[in-house]
């Protein structure tokens, strides 16, 4: 038998090729899930009033707020990793309660909201594909989400997550099946179109806040510190900075490649409604499944089972990010053990928020609670948008705070330029449109 020697080189450099041959899917996650969530059935619902009602008239957002997601999203996932605490944990270690209880009071009542405008969708979705009762259909999926982030652990639910977002290709799938005038579709891309009319800008709002929500800054920073936790071999930066070369590379193309899958989905979802809706005359869209009951007599049987089943996918991406980054938030700010590592008895507090969360987004359905609250679905989105604006902006101000502070950022919080630039103006444009939100109330 001959004997095959192996230098200690030569293992060294086996070594060094498989890590850079690691698949770059591996360093998707947090990120990735955050961007795939931002495209609820709520969000649907906004994408395809603003394609039904102006064509490719906002299709331009899709640039516009790309860079701006990506910078906060991204300074969001580095105060995770580089602290090891998510954004209520530091707000309640670095900033009084005063700060603290009324941003995490308004991210729960705007998640509630959420969640059960995103529950009710898909029930009515899946009743349009398969008949039966919507609210029924809406038990099953509040429960299903509850039980399965209760009882598995973190890193399988991750992983099933990730796998979820390919769902999210139903919808370019609907807008190929239709013809597309690209020319005008890429005009409409590329330059800028305003009206003055109080609706368009209301849209243009409802835009921004569906795209730029302060559940997904909580959802990142606290996977960032599940990732820690589930792997023995990563620690805080803070802890063990020669790991933040690798780390923040690893945020960066997860938090790039989220938010773009978001953008780009959102832009097949308007451009969808625009050569199908609007150039129809449908120009009024109150619900993700209204928007895919319209397309069946416009675009054919299988655009809307693509568009109909696409919104139950996307609910079940959607539904837990919500539960849970209200969960993570009144955890951190309360000061209990977080985290969907954890077992339900060791987190017990964690747990009740979660399924609290769902279940009385879930209530928000019922036709008792309808008759007494006049809270529809619609009427859910709505104040889910108007809380979500007002949240937004003090929950980004401290943000950036945080991120420039080194009591909190240590060594790590002089940051890009990139991020400074970008993370403020992303802060400024919410302002604006917070005002605008309000000054475009009745209109």
């Known amino acids: 038998m001959q004997m095959v020697v192996v230098s200690k080189d030569t293992v060294i450099a ?36 603003a394609g039904a009602a102006f064509g490719f008239g906002l299709l331009w957002t899709m640039l516009f707020s790309y860079p701006l997601m990506c910078a906060i999203q991204e300074i969001s996932g580095r105060i ?6 998510g954004i209520a944990g530091n707000i309640g270690r670095y900033y009084p309660v005063w700060v603290l209880y009324p941003l995490v009071f308004l991210l729960v009542l705007a998640n509630t909201f959420n969640i059960g405008a995103d529950i009710g969708a898909m029930g009515e979705a899946l009743q349009l594909l398969v008949g039966g009762n919507a609210l029924f259909y809406a038990i099953g999926f509040a429960g299903a989400c509850v039980i399965l982030q209760t009882l598995v652990p973190y890193s399988k639910y991750s992983l099933y997550l990730k796998w979820l977002t390919p769902v999210l290709f139903s919808y370019v799938a609907t807008a190929l099946i239709v013809h597309v ?7 409409g891309t590329i330059i800028p179109r305003f009206a003055k009319s109080g609706n368009y800008w209301a849209t243009f709002i409802a835009i921004l ?10 959802w990142q920073a606290s996977q960032e510190t599940e990732e820690i936790r589930d792997k023995p071999m990563d620690h805080p930066l803070n802890d063990a900075p020669e790991q933040a070369r690798e780390q923040f590379g690893r945020i960066r193309l997860d938090t790039y490649a989220g938010m773009f899958l978001s953008n780009l989905i959102a832009f097949f ?35 809307f089972t693509l568009f109909a089943a696409g919104i139950v996918g996307t609910g079940l991406l959607a539904v837990p990010v919500l539960a849970g980054s209200a969960a993570y938030a009144v955890g951190e700010a309360m000061k209990w053990p977080t985290g969907l590592d954890r077992k339900p008895l060791a987190a017990k507090g ?10 009385l987004g879930l209530a928000m359905n019922f036709p008792l609670i309808q008759k007494y609250t006049h809270l529809t679905p619609i009427r859910a989105l709505f104040w889910s948008a108007v809380i979500n604006g007002i949240a937004a902006v003090p929950i980004m101000v401290v943000v950036m705070l945080m991120m420039a502070n ?3 950022m240590g060594n790590f919080a002089a940051t890009s330029p990139f991020l400074r630039i970008f993370g403020w103006l992303a802060t400024g444009v919410m302002a604006v449109a917070s005002v605008g939100m309000f000054l475009t109330w009745n209109n």
Not at 181 to 187: D, E, K, Y
Not at 350 to 359: G, I, N, P
């Open 350 to 359: 964690f747990y009740r928020v979660l399924a609290a969360a769902t279940l």
């Open 181 to 187: 005038p690209w020319g005008r579709a890429l005009h």
């Open 209 to 218: 806040g569906t795209t730029i929500s302060p559940y997904l800054f909580f």
């Open 269 to 303: 979802i308007i451009l969808a409604a625009a050569v199908t809706l609007n150039k129809s005359g449908v120009t009024t869209i109150d619900t993700a499944a209204q928007a895919a009951e319209a397309l069946r007599p416009l675009a054919g049987r299988f655009a």
């Open 406 to 408: 080194p009591k909190v």
């Open 80 to 85: 995770g990793r580089v602290t090891g605490r």
């Open 14 to 49: 086996a070594t060094h090729r498989s890590k850079v041959a690691k698949p770059w899917l591996k360093w998707l996650g947090p990120g990735l899930i955050t961007g795939a969530s931002d495209d609820d059935p709520s969000g649907i619902a906004t994408y395809s009033q």
